[in-house]
T-cell receptor
Framework: AQSVTQLGSHVSVSEGALVLLRCNYSSSVPPYLFWYVQYPNQGLQLLLKYTTGATLVKGINGFEAEFKKSETSFHLTKPSAHMSDAAEYFCAVSDQTSRGSTLGRLYFGRGTQLTVWP | NAGVTQTPKFQVLKTGQSMTLQCAQDMNHNSMYWYRQDPGMGLRLIYYSASEGTTDKGEVPNGYNVSRLNKREFSLRLESAAPSQTSVYFC?????????????FGDGTRLSIL
């Protein structure tokens, strides 16, 4: 069964500082991983998705994530935080059978609230 | 460029009342999903429909029913609302064809049950 753990429910950084949001996954098969962002009173918006064979995945708004199989991690980073990055971020893993088929069900982490200080 | 549309956006119910949350997508997606979001819990899958004509339970289906009306529409019904169902409900859709196809989300329905 697939699951996701996000370390740190709240992260605070200064504007211009590095953003690092942590995600560890558990999956018995090669995982399909996603990062979503949620702004207040809105739905979830896709930031980036993992593509098989890639180690560094680039997303929107300057975010990227590094896939490390040995550490079962898919941490999200951004070199320089901006005030507009303040939001809640969710890591998710898709269900998948050993044959590679899927029903597309997502298992979400509990989310990390990012605060950016001026 | 509507994407996934949910109605209503807000609703207050009394315990025991029934209600149907509506969801429609205009992206010709095959699969549709209902999640609930509670503080500190992330999103949890209630029901999903992998394709038109099929529905199945997710992680937290108790107290809910769904109907996949056609390819575009997927509704969620609370037959007898309980305070524990106070939550934000999200509908999502997805184009099948690969495990890395992302889900597209609506803006949510904020439901309070008194």
């Amino acid at each position: 069964a697939q699951s996701v753990t996000q370390l740190g429910s709240h992260v605070s950084v200064s504007e211009g500082a590095l953003v690092l949001l942590r995600c560890n996954y558990s999956s018995s098969v090669p995982p399909y991983l996603f990062w979503y962002v949620q702004y207040p009173n809105q739905g979830l918006q896709l930031l980036l998705k993992y593509t098989t064979g890639a180690t560094l995945v680039k997303g929107i708004n300057g975010f990227e994530a590094e896939f490390k199989k040995s550490e079962t991690s898919f941490h999200l980073t951004k070199p320089s935080a901006h005030m507009s990055d303040a939001a809640e971020y969710f890591c998710a893993v898709s269900d998948q059978t050993s044959r590679g088929s899927t029903l597309g069900r997502l298992y979400f982490g509990r989310g990390t609230q990012l605060t950016v200080w001026p | 460029n509507a994407g996934v549309t949910q109605t209503p956006k807000f609703q207050v119910l009394k315990t025991g009342q029934s209600m149907t949350l509506q969801c429609a997508q205009d992206m010709n997606h095959n699969s549709m999903y209902w999640y609930r979001q509670d503080p500190g819990m992330g999103l949890r899958l209630i029901y999903y429909s992998a394709s038109e004509g099929t529905t199945d339970k997710g992680e937290v289906p108790n107290g809910y029913n769904v109907s996949r009306l056609n390819k575009r529409e997927f509704s969620l019904r609370l037959e007898s609302a309980a305070p524990s169902q106070t939550s934000v409900y999200f509908c999502a859709s997805r184009l099948t064809g690969g495990s890395n196809q992302p889900q597209h989300f609506g803006d949510g329905t904020r439901l309070s049950i008194l």
